[in-house]
């Protein structure tokens, strides 16, 4: 009886956090600074890191100047069977092919013109990422044996990465073995959505029809 | 029954106790059959401590005799460094090697009270036996009134600070184990009374207004990080040596990541060279690899300011073959290395630099990444997945 009260009053089973089998013991670590400018400020004084260990740094998450969240993020969306390298390639050179298209169309355009042509690329991929974000999402919910779809409202990082997941299906169905390549298609489709036009910008507008179509049964959210 | 002598014995043995009675007062006093096991206790406590200071003694005259030292020269680290001389023991537990230490340090505490006039234990909680866990107890008790209290006369007034009415820090530590708790309060108690104890604290850390007993629940806990002195978790920093032959400062440490292990060495007015088994930073043919190889650097600022020089047993399939080596073994992936390396020139950066510790600290390089291969399951077709569930 003694040994269980005393084992019951250890921190481990009073707390309230849950510890799950992470080797990263919840109580004692917390997560890592990795953009260079926080990293130079001084630290909060009731910041838990002043007394707790600090994760190891991920190994995508080096503070290099050309480090971009979203760009990441879709090298990320894009990987297949955890070939990431081949992923980086192919967003990176979709991104290249994007530059060159814009820099002809800027070399061929007038002075006036010359305004309006945007030739950072990654510029044109957040903003096309940015145009696909959908609204809503559809959920599947069984009720009575049936399942609905039912639309759900979402939050802005599962949106902007519902928008890379259909840009990427979208880009795998018309990419074929040699003819035609995922990077061109990808560098297309990026273009085009940045202009709010293009096949991931149906598909969203598709997903926002739907939703609304179902909104009677809204009311399955539980 | 026992006679004055007695009592006179326990008044020498008692550390506060008042003048005594006096000497003419030969009347025989009933004594309890608890204090008397008391008393006989203490005085052989006493006694059995005398023949043992005596033996130390002897034997710290005989041992600096042996080691051909001055008596006055063999102070505790001498009589340590002569005992693992003359009795070298391969027992992994530091407990279990020989040790000659004054009896003071390592013989059991006598528990002692104290007794008044009539040979009555004072203070009232004596016949608790366990006095002090008991007075902690009622403490806590009366400090979760008091908070109570506080906190019921002043909640909406502006006359405290508001931060005094809210709940007591006690992120990052933790209560202390009961064997400290046991040290602290020199006694000996139960799981049980310990358990009682933990509950009792984290009522009164539980309560609003609890805040302005801080002090006395911080003295109850312990940093979490505690087991290691820095806030490092894995390897501390290295020592900065010097090359005798180059005249140029220089760290070294061996880490590992996952299962790959690594030996590496950062010497300071380089060029910002990498010598991986005789790979540079160019035959690293994937960015990331190359980003985390740099990383230590960019954080702390020092980009082409130190030179790395690294070893290790096993090397990934996507590298060329090392120069100047045999055929390393091939496993890893393409981040293991890299992770090693980066592990090891953070904490030598850290040891030659000293200024970029706590960047590099808060960005996690000086963590050692505890993170493994789960291993695989029998009967399963990896570490968590099962096989497709079938009917017959």
Redesign the interface.
């Known amino acids: 009886?003694?040994?269980k009260?005393?084992r019951?009053?250890?921190?481990r089973w009073?707390s309230s956090t849950t510890s799950t089998s992470n080797?990263?013991d919840p109580?004692?670590?917390r997560e890592?600074?990795?953009d260079?400018q926080e990293?130079?400020k001084p630290?909060d004084a009731?910041d838990?890191?002043?007394?707790?260990?600090?994760?190891?740094?991920k190994?995508?998450a080096?503070?290099?100047f050309y480090r971009d969240h979203v760009i990441d993020k879709l090298i990320r969306v894009c990987t297949k069977d955890g070939e990431?390298?081949t992923s980086?390639k192919n967003v990176l050179s979709a991104l290249e092919i994007i530059k060159r298209r814009q820099y002809k169309a800027w070399a061929k355009a007038t002075d006036e013109e010359k305004q309006s042509i945007e030739l950072d690329p990654f510029v044109i991929a957040r903003k096309g990422i940015r145009n696909c974000h959908p609204l809503m999402k559809l959920q599947g919910v069984t009720r009575g044996g049936t399942t609905y779809q039912v639309p759900f409202p979402i939050e802005e990082p599962e949106a902007e990465f519902r928008a890379m997941k259909m840009m990427r299906d979208i880009c795998r169905l018309r990419s074929k073995h040699g003819e035609t390549h995922f990077k061109d298609i990808l560098a297309t489709e990026l273009l085009a959505a940045s202009q709010n036009e293009g096949s991931t910008i149906q598909a969203k507008q598709e997903l926002h029809k739907t939703c609304e179509a179902n909104r009677a049964y809204a009311h399955y959210r539980a | 029954m026992l006679r004055i002598a007695l009592t006179r014995s326990s008044r020498a043995m008692s550390s506060t106790s008042p003048p005594a009675v006096s000497e003419s007062d030969t009347s025989v006093r009933k004594i309890g059959k608890a204090l008397e096991t008391y008393l006989k206790n203490s005085q052989q406590h006493v006694a059995m401590m005398e023949k043992h200071r005596a033996d130390f003694e002897t034997g710290r005259r005989h041992l600096a005799k042996m080691m051909s030292l001055d008596i006055h020269e063999l102070d505790q680290a001498a009589i340590d460094r002569a005992i693992q001389y003359l009795f070298p023991s391969g027992l992994t537990d530091p407990k279990a090697r020989p040790v000659m230490r004054p009896p003071d340090e390592i013989l059991p505490k006598f528990q002692r009270f104290t007794f008044d006039e009539e040979g009555k234990p004072e203070g009232t909680r004596f016949f608790t036996l366990n006095p002090k866990i008991y007075g902690l107890l009622s403490e806590i008790g009366v400090k979760t009134q008091s908070v109570m209290k506080f906190y019921d006369e002043h909640v909406g007034s502006r006359s405290v600070n508001r931060s005094d009415l809210e709940t007591a820090?006690l992120?990052?530590?933790?209560?202390i184990t009961?064997d400290k708790m046991k040290k602290k309060l020199s006694e000996k108690f139960?799981?049980?009374l310990?358990?009682?104890v933990?509950?009792a604290f984290?009522h009164l850390a539980s309560l609003p207004g609890s805040a302005i007993e801080q002090k006395f629940l911080s003295e109850f806990r312990e940093?979490?990080?505690a087991s290691t002195d820095s806030?490092?978790?894995g390897l501390a920093i290295p020592n900065v040596q010097t090359c005798a032959e180059t005249n140029r400062r220089y760290a070294e440490v061996t880490t590992h990541c996952k299962d790959t292990r690594a030996v590496v060495k950062v010497t300071d007015a380089g060029k910002g060279k990498f010598s991986i088994d005789g790979l540079q930073l160019h035959d690293f043919r994937?960015?990331?690899s190359r980003?985390?190889l740099?990383?230590p650097f960019?954080?702390s600022q020092t980009l082409g300011k130190f030179d790395v020089t690294a070893t290790t047993d096993c090397i990934s399939n996507s590298l060329p073959e090392a120069p100047n080596r045999e055929p390393l073994k091939r496993t890893g992936g393409?981040?293991a290395l890299p992770?090693a390396v980066?592990?090891g020139t953070a904490l030598c950066i850290a040891a030659l630099h000293p200024e970029s510790i706590e960047?590099l600290?808060?960005?996690?390089?000086l963590?050692?990444?505890?993170?493994?291969n789960e291993r695989s399951k029998v009967n399963q077709p990896g570490a968590r997945a099962k096989w497709i569930w079938k009917r017959r």
């Open positions: 009886m003694s040994t009260l005393a019951f009053a250890q921190k009073i080797m990263y109580r004692l670590f890592p600074i990795s260079v990293l130079r630290l009731d838990e890191r002043n007394f707790l260990f600090v994760k190891a740094m190994s995508d080096t503070p290099v990431k390298e980086r | 820090n992120s990052g530590s933790q209560w009961a139960s799981n049980e310990y358990g009682q933990i509950i984290e940093p979490m990080t806030k490092l978790f994937h960015l990331q980003e985390i740099l990383a960019i954080i393409m981040s992770r980066r592990h960047p600290r808060l960005s996690g390089l963590t050692l990444d505890p993170r493994k």
